[in-house]
């Protein structure tokens, strides 16, 4: 078998039409025990593309981890060429004891591309980066809001970038949110080491969404099909609309404390001026109507029934592509 045919990853040789599951070690507990993190390798006899499917970054994002085990449990990552790499739970710490960040208090998804000598998120970072990433052609990463803020299913991406703008469009979400690639991110690194990201984002931290993980799993399912990778078995179905493209967003914020209320479902298009949800006291005594300051869609909203002064409570396109 020529070395092109075997995929080496984490010290374990996997050959073409062979699976493996690897145990990425994360590190260990006080007591000694390991934590393993479960790579889940497949193979299609014949040769083709890699794809990484990953989820967990941040211990809360619950319904990230969900898509990735239905595309395993279904067996969609089964590939008809190529490979697909699937870890299911990044941050094993924080899905463990429910937490968005590591042990050592740091956001993993800001500690990249890492360091084999750094913080436990920072060597984590670094063990990825060079011992899993490198391997693939396209990663596919589930996220979803957090601090009861759920988010509109959406593909996050760089704008022109031709590869990512055409694979958004297949993957079919609702909405494509063109974003910068933030400072030491996941798909920061990704980008600087030449392997395009699609970042899905879709629902809230702790709540698994049945539309979410449905939208999650039919757009890997699309994009796997799309790269010629995706068994026959597997029925693909058209987005039932056009994805909306947003060019930008605003954040908006509560202008007092209180009990919080939206008027409007996730998704919808608002005119400006229009209320779109109500801030009240536990007495009776006060109502502030809250209403969008520009036409634009609502892709994100406050869940949570209190809030305080300067909490964000919705995101709201400003500018959308023609």
Request: net charge positive.
């Amino acid at each position: 078998m020529s070395e092109k045919e075997v995929l080496d990853i984490l010290g374990v040789k996997v050959g073409l039409g062979q699976h493996a599951t690897v145990n990425f070690n994360v590190a260990k507990l006080h007591t000694q025990n390991s934590i393993d993190v479960p790579v889940i390798i497949e193979r299609s006899k014949k040769p083709g593309p890699t794809v990484l499917i990953t989820a967990g970054i941040h211990g809360d994002e619950i319904n990230g981890v969900e898509i990735v085990r239905q595309i395993i449990a279904k067996g969609i990552n089964k590939p008809k060429i190529g490979t697909i790499i699937c870890v299911p739970v990044i941050n094993v710490f924080g899905f463990i004891h429910m937490n968005r960040e590591f042990p050592d208090g740091r956001d993993l998804n800001r500690m990249f591309p890492g360091s084999k000598n750094g913080s436990l998120a920072s060597r984590v970072a670094h063990q990825l980066m060079t011992e899993i990433v490198p391997r693939a052609d396209l990663i596919l990463d589930f996220h979803t809001g957090g601090s009861d803020r759920f988010n509109a299913a959406q593909v996050r991406i760089i704008k022109n970038d031709i590869i990512l703008s055409e694979l958004a469009e297949v993957f079919g979400a609702p909405f494509i949110y063109y974003s910068k690639n933030i400072k030491n991110s996941f798909r920061s690194s990704a980008a600087k080491l030449g392997i395009p990201m699609l970042l899905f984002e879709g629902g809230k931290s702790f709540n698994i969404h049945t539309t979410i993980t449905n939208t999650g799993v039919n757009g890997a399912k699309r994009v796997l099909n799309h790269m010629g990778m995706l068994r026959s078995k597997f029925k693909v179905s058209k987005p039932k609309k056009k994805c909306i493209r947003l060019l930008s967003g605003k954040w908006i914020r509560a202008n007092y404390s209180g009990m919080f209320k939206a008027a409007v479902p996730i998704n919808t298009f608002v005119e400006k001026g229009k209320v779109i949800g109500n801030i009240t006291d536990p007495y009776g005594n006060f109502n502030h109507f809250v209403k969008a300051p520009n036409a634009g869609y609502v892709f994100n909203i406050n869940e949570s029934p209190l809030v305080y002064q300067g909490d964000a409570i919705f995101h709201i396109s400003t500018k959308v592509e023609a």
